[in-house]
């Protein structure tokens, strides 16, 4: 756990299009940080220094703006560095805010020219864009949604008509998609109160208890998704990450800790995370940024309590709204098989935000506050039933249970015993679990699952699977699951591995590459030999396909 006294350095990036309120935010920032006792420094916007110099875009020629751009970039690293050093040596808390960063150069040159830019400096997107700044806040332009109060008057260097702004506001938030703690401030309310979101929102990140001071209601949200996912072609422009999560050792009722490894191609970044309980209900995130190195250190006190997650995430924006979209993989707890979660944090009201969710996504119902998919409880090895390290959740979500219309007797109008077992789970006879009869798991009676008798899954009848008749498995004919022949499944043969089909390969789905790839080979097979996997099913308990 990180100690309450260690110095933090918080490396912000502020960008976003013209007219955005950046220049405001960086002094409201500075303000109240400062009036905290933090030590501020405000790396200045290298772009406007170079271009106030009378360079002109228009004048060069595509191989010189090309190069202007790979220099304005190197001018950028090193005027960070100076102040990131500075950051470092200092005593006192240190926010350091970035008027623009890394990665908002790869706005307006090609993907192209990007990438071999990249590859001629030895540069790549997860140390430019992940690890290099704790935290990215996006201020969407006044053209976007305020246009009565777009204006161009105020800045030197700024000559934007509404719908180029627009675009460049479009492809600032697009060069920053994937960063890990990604915010999108927009224009639903008025200025004043997008300042204050501002504030909210890198005082949340950072961990800053701020009382009612900042309260705008903005919170995080989290929805299911209802498989298979769609083609990549439906969504807009997004980033895929491998990331893997695992639970540490702690006071389960004071805190939960939690390491997470998360990268693209080979390059990682690595966080701890203490999520802090308060007597009000409410809780809070500490982040810390890892070295590798220390992330190896840690991984030690991993709690045999949980499996190891790993998950393939997507993030995208969609309606000015950031999401991240994680798809649970193998190998994992059976409750995790096909379970797809999408997250985001806004102010809108319940309406508002149901109307600007992606129509390409199936969403199934929101789970905001449901313990049943809380992460922690999802890698938990024990059933939750008998688990005394079963996390209940807030009390706002155990009232909003009852509200619903449902006695106390019943949630969400299943009868009150909940995660109980049934005879069978996912469609398989009961099978043995940790060298139990086939009766039980985990030594409890095989009786019920999810609280439903055991004729029922899901509060199906028996004789169907996800709402679904019993010879179809997700709608499809029995032979076929998700569209392949019954001897595959994710078009791997039925050979399998620790009772699985070969499924931590990359494979095909729907004519376009699955979003559940590979993952770190070290880390499944420690996972194997430190965690365990869920349960062999036997072959002659398996579901026929």
């Keep these: 756990m990180a100690k309450e006294t260690q110095k933090i350095m918080y490396k912000l990036v502020l960008t976003g299009g013209p007219c955005g309120g950046k220049t405001t935010g960086q002094s409201r920032l500075s303000t109240f940080f400062e009036n905290l006792g933090w030590k501020v420094f405000r790396v200045p916007e290298t772009a406007t220094v170079l271009l106030s110099g009378g360079v002109k875009f228009a004048d060069l020629s595509p191989e010189e703006a090309t190069k202007f751009q790979e220099n304005l970039l190197k001018t950028m690293i090193q005027i960070e560095n100076t102040f990131f050093e500075l950051g470092r040596t200092c005593q006192r808390n240190c926010l350091i805010i970035c008027d623009r960063g890394a990665m908002d150069a790869s706005a307006f040159i090609s993907k192209e020219k990007w990438e071999a830019m990249m590859s001629a400096n030895n540069w ?42 627009r675009e460049l506001d479009y492809n600032a938030a697009a060069a920053w998609i994937g960063h890990p703690y990604f915010d999108v401030i927009d224009n639903s309310t008025d ?50 990450f491998d990331v893997v999560h695992n639970y540490l050792q702690s006071d389960f009722r004071k805190a939960q800790v939690r390491l997470r490894k998360r990268g693209q191609k080979g390059h990682w970044s690595y966080i701890h995370t203490v999520r802090k309980f308060h007597p009000t209900g409410q809780s809070v995130e500490v982040r810390t940024q890892l070295t590798h190195r220390d992330y190896l250190n840690m991984l030690p006190q991993r709690d045999d309590a949980h499996f190891t997650i790993f998950k393939k995430r997507r993030c995208f924006i969609y309606n000015n709204q950031y999401y991240q979209l994680d798809i649970y993989r193998q190998p994992t707890h059976p409750r995790c098989r096909g379970l797809i979660l999408l997250e985001t944090y806004s102010a809108h009201d319940q309406d508002a935000l149901l109307a600007t969710l992606p129509k390409f996504l199936i969403i199934e119902k929101e789970v905001t506050g449901d313990p049943a998919y809380s992460m922690y409880n999802l890698s938990l090895k024990e059933d939750w039933k008998t688990s005394n390290k079963y996390y209940a959740g807030s009390e706002d979500w155990q009232l909003k249970r009852f509200m619903n219309g449902h006695s106390a007797d019943k949630a969400n109008g299943h009868a009150s015993k909940m995660n109980g077992h049934v005879e069978k789970l996912n469609g398989h006879d009961a099978y043995r679990t940790n060298g139990q009869a086939a009766g039980k798991h985990n030594g409890h009676a095989c009786s019920k699952v999810n609280g439903h008798a055991g004729d029922k899954v899901n509060g199906h009848a028996g004789d169907k699977d996800n709402g679904h008749a019993g010879d179809k498995v997700n709608g499809h004919a029995g032979d076929k699951v998700n ?23 990359l494979h095909q789905s729907n004519g376009h590459e699955s979003l559940n790839g ?23 308990d398996a579901v026929k396909v």
Excluded: W
């Design 124 to 165: 790549n997107s997860v140390e430019l864009r992940d690890n290099r700044y704790n935290h990215i806040v996006h201020m969407v332009s006044a053209a976007n949604g305020a246009e009565d109060f777009y204006s161009t008057e105020d800045h030197a260097c700024r000559s934007e008509g509404v719908e180029l702004a």
């Design 191 to 240: 200025f004043d109160k997008k300042m204050n979101r501002l504030l909210a929102c890198v005082c949340h990140r950072i961990g800053i208890d701020t009382g009612d001071r900042l309260n705008v209601n903005s919170k995080k949200r989290k929805f299911l998704v209802k498989p298979p996912m769609v083609s990549d072609t439906e969504f807009p422009p997004f980033q895929d």
């Design 483 to 505: 569209g392949h022949a019954g001897d595959k499944v994710n078009c791997h043969t039925g050979d399998k591995v620790n009772g699985y089909s070969k499924i931590d390969r």
């Design 518 to 540: 590979d993952v770190h080979v070290t880390e499944i097979s420690n996972c194997k030999n430190t965690n365990g996997v869920p349960p062999k099913i036997p072959k002659k």
